[in-house]
């Protein structure tokens, strides 16, 4: 499957699942592989020129993702990933502040929800959930299902001004805790 010049690897969280992109570069032929998931998505097999930029779409809403890759001295390189437009590390701070993510286990099968605060959409496992949503007196809750269990994020304020609104999962009326993206 990938082969033995693979020199860079990254995990992107989106909404709809995890992503590990690997990159593969030939240094003596120039050749420049993009694989996501282990799937290759990129071949270029003769390149004349090491050093550039590979671009590329991630995911079912095809988040623009762009491989830089750079000289440093000699023949060393130095890979960067830049998704959305921002470096990945910018793109993950962006992310944090803007979905919510739990990974749940239901009957035996791990589910990853993610809350996209914007527009309070909910993924689960890389699906867009149908959901319900209302406003109750301390907020709002948005309903869904998963398989035969009742899920729902509540919404309400931190009552403090810097911390905003938070969002919690319930499960079947328990608290979920909080995943990292």
Not at 143 to 168: L, M, P, T, Y
Request: some cysteine.
């Amino acid at each position: 499957m990938l082969g033995g010049d693979v020199v860079a690897a990254w995990e992107v969280a989106l909404s709809d699942g995890v992503y590990r992109i690997e990159f593969a570069h030939g240094t003596t032929t120039g050749k420049r592989v993009v694989y996501v998931n282990g799937t290759e998505v990129i071949r270029k097999d003769w390149m004349f020129k090491l050093v550039g930029k590979e671009t590329f779409t991630v995911g079912s809403a095809n988040t623009k993702a762009a491989i830089n890759i750079e000289a440093v001295s000699g023949f060393a390189y130095e890979y960067s990933l830049n998704v959305d437009g921002k470096s990945l590390q910018t793109f993950i701070d962006n992310r944090a502040k803007t979905t919510k993510t739990w990974v749940v286990q239901v009957d035996g099968t791990d589910y990853r929800v993610v809350l996209e605060k914007d527009t309070m959409d909910v993924w689960c496992n890389g699906q867009k959930m149908e959901t319900t949503g209302e406003f109750v007196d301390d907020g709002t809750e948005t309903r869904f299902s998963v398989g035969d269990h009742e899920c729902c994020i509540k919404a309400a304020s931190s009552g403090k001004k810097k911390n905003g609104i938070i969002h919690f999962l319930l499960l079947d009326g328990e608290k979920v805790p909080a995943s990292s993206p």
